[in-house]
Structure formats: C-alpha cells, structure tokens
C-alpha cells in the first residue's frame, strides 16, 4: 500500500469513527434503538487493515497513533454506557421514569379533586343535557316523591264531628259498677287490675289523643337555599358569565333553579343536619356553580 493510499484509507477511517461516535449518542438519547454494531465492525476491519502497513510518513503515523488513541478511550465510555443502560442506572433512563412517575401522579390529583370538588357547570355553548347530569341525583327522590303518603282519614272524620269535644273538657271516665259482697263472705282475690292506656276505641277521640298530621315531604324538609338566595345565586352566576365574556342568552332563572333544587334532596341525605347552600366560581376559565355545606 503505497503512503497515498494509506493516507485515503486513514481519512476514510476517520469519518467512519465520527459517524459511529453520532450513531452511539443517538443510542444514548433514545434515537435509536439498537448499538450500532455493523457500523463498528465495518470500522475495525479499516483498522486492522491499517495496522498491517506501517508508513515512514511521520504525519501518518502520527493521524494514525491518534485515531487509534480516540478509538481506545471511546470504546471504554462506550462499554460503560451500556452496562447502565443494560443496569437500568443510566441517567436517561432515571430522568425518563421520573417524569412518568410525576405525570402519573399529577393526573391522579387531578382526577381525584375533579370528583370531590366538581362545579356545576351551566355552559349554554356546551352540548350538555342538565337532566342527565343531575339524573343520578334525582333518581332517588323522585321516587319518594311518587310514593303513597300514610292515610288520616280516621284522624280528619274525627276533627270534623261536631260532638267530639265538649265544651267543659274531656269526659270523665266511667267507674264501672261493682256489686256488693255479701257479709261474711269468704275472702276473694282478683285479678290485678291492668296499667295499660286507654283501649283503642278511645284513642280515636281527638279529645284523648290528637290527630297525627301526615309527614312533609322530604322536599319540604331539605336544607336547600330559599328563592331569595336563589336568586341572588342566579344573578351573581349571570354577572360572572358576562365578565367571563360568556353567552347569556339561553339561560333562564327556571332552568338553573330547577337544576339546582333537584341537586339539595341527594346533598342533604350525604351531609345530614348540615345547611346546603351553592357559590358561583370560575375554574379552568369556565364559569360554574359549585355546592357549599354549612353547619
């Protein structure tokens, strides 16, 4: 081989270990996906070719010296950085779990405050049916509403008679009459007497026992907020939309009071002797109405 040739075969060597340094930072970054072995094998056959002429060209020498110098350090970082990746402790792959570990933790937060602090949201732009948001809600009370309230026509045919109380107080009750023993009778010994009410007949008197009123429905019994604090509710949450820059148009006072309402019976069963109130707030630029309970 003469020193022109080796000269051209030393440069081409040169640029094969540049683009082999390139192919293993690549691996390194996660680029790609396998070392890039037939590049390196290709490399070391230019080598040992290299190795069998020995010019008396100083500079060659020199080029060459040097090429075989870089080689022999890169192939150290090289079999290091593989023997952590194959570990799983090079800093590539720590940093990539890191960030999985965080993003997966982030969106567990979020997800888990989305579900115990949900606004509602009264989007009119939005596609959304109110019914159905609040229909798991509604379920339940609608059902108590539709069931047959206890019956006090017993109690009412007794409030309206005329004679049902006197005008001096209850009646006294009547002793009942005892027939008298005769002398020198043995001794007799009864039974003892009862300490039980009044019987039943009597209970029907409104004069002993009032009449029991048939229970409120459960609507009337909720903690909910009045019409006046619905409204106020409404008007604060219309002023919110407008300095949101959101349509008001389409929303009317019936239709978010309703919605509302609907939401108070399920609210009071979850947080028994707790007043149920609702407060207009503004999350991830939406403007919503989101329930408060107060002691």
């Known amino acids: 081989m003469t020193p022109k040739e080796f000269e051209i ?3 081409d060597a040169e640029v094969q270990l540049s683009r082999i340094k390139h192919l293993y930072e690549q691996w390194f970054q996660g680029i790609e996906r396998i070392e890039p072995q037939i590049p390196r094998k290709q490399f070391d056959r230019a080598l040992h070719e290299l ?127 005892v027939a008298p023993e005769p002398e020198h009778a043995p001794a007799r010994f009864g039974k003892p007497k009862s300490r039980r009410a009044a019987p039943k007949r009597e209970r029907s008197n409104p004069a002993i026992t009032p009449s029991r009123r048939a229970a409120p429905p459960i609507a009337a019994r ?37 919605s509302l309402k609907k939401m108070v019976p399920k609210l009071d069963r979850k947080h028994k002797g707790k007043r149920v109130d609702f407060t207009v707030v503004v999350k991830d630029g939406k403007v919503g109405i989101k329930p408060v309970v107060k002691k």
């Open 9 to 11: 075969v030393l440069s």
């Open 51 to 177: 190795r069998k002429v020995k010019p008396r060209n100083t500079a060659l020498r020199f080029r060459f010296q040097t090429l075989i110098q870089r080689y022999t350090t890169l192939q150290t970082y090289w079999r290091r950085i593989g023997r952590q990746i194959e570990e799983g402790t090079y800093r590539r792959d720590l940093l990539r779990a890191r960030r999985r570990r965080e993003a997966a933790r982030a969106q567990w937060q979020q997800e888990d405050g989305r579900r115990s602090s949900n606004p509602l949201e009264l989007d009119p732009n939005a596609d959304v049916n109110m019914d159905q948001l609040i229909a798991d809600a509604s379920d339940r009370m609608d059902e108590l509403l539709n069931a047959p309230e206890p019956s006090s026509k017993v109690a009412t045919l007794d409030l309206d008679q005329p004679d049902a109380t006197p005008p001096d107080g209850p009646a006294p009750r009547a002793q009942p009459a």
């Open 222 to 258: 909720s903690k909910g907020p009045g019409e006046a604090r619905m409204r106020q509710i409404y008007d604060s949450y219309i002023e919110a939309k407008r300095n949101n820059n959101e349509r008001t148009d389409k929303i009317d006072y019936e239709t978010v009071a309703k």
